[in-house]
Nanobody, 126 residues
Framework: QVQLVESGGGSVQAGGSLRLSCAASGYTYITYSMGWFRQAPGKEREGVATIYTGGGGTYYADSVKGRFTISQDNAKNTLYLQMNSLQPEDTAMYYC???????????????????WGQGTQVTVSS
């Protein structure tokens, strides 16, 4: 079991920044990758960024490349998403997720993640 709790969401104006955090607890040592995903009203959940443990690299959705950065602090069991140059189209509920099976590969795909947090809302106004 892995528990994930997101924080850091809020309301900002276009061009602003936010940093999301995801605190992980439980059997975090069996996590192969972690990712950030988002879902806007009426839309499907989409992958934002993924980081693979053990130095496997990071992947970003094309829509956030150059603006968002995913990172993790293993000592704190915390995943981060630094979001810069936010735009109204970034408005969504943001979720962190963990893959403890080892099936995730390449770009972030929600189908490969088996543990999810409750989400944190990000709203960007123009």
């Amino acid at each position: 079991q892995v528990q994930l709790v997101e924080s850091g969401g809020g309301s900002v104006q276009a061009g602003g920044s936010l940093r999301l955090s995801c605190a992980a607890s439980g059997y975090t040592y069996i996590t192969y990758s972690m990712g950030w995903f988002r879902q806007a009203p009426g839309k499907e959940r989409e992958g934002v960024a993924t980081i693979y443990t053990g130095g496997g690299g990071t992947y970003y959705a094309d829509s956030v490349k150059g603006r968002f950065t995913i990172s993790q602090d293993n000592a704190k069991n915390t995943l981060y998403l630094q979001m810069n140059s936010l735009q109204p189209e970034d408005t969504a509920m943001y979720y962190c997720a963990a893959d403890t099976i080892g099936v995730a590969a390449g770009p972030p795909d929600p189908a490969f993640y088996n543990y999810w947090g409750q989400g944190t809302q990000v709203t960007v106004s123009s």
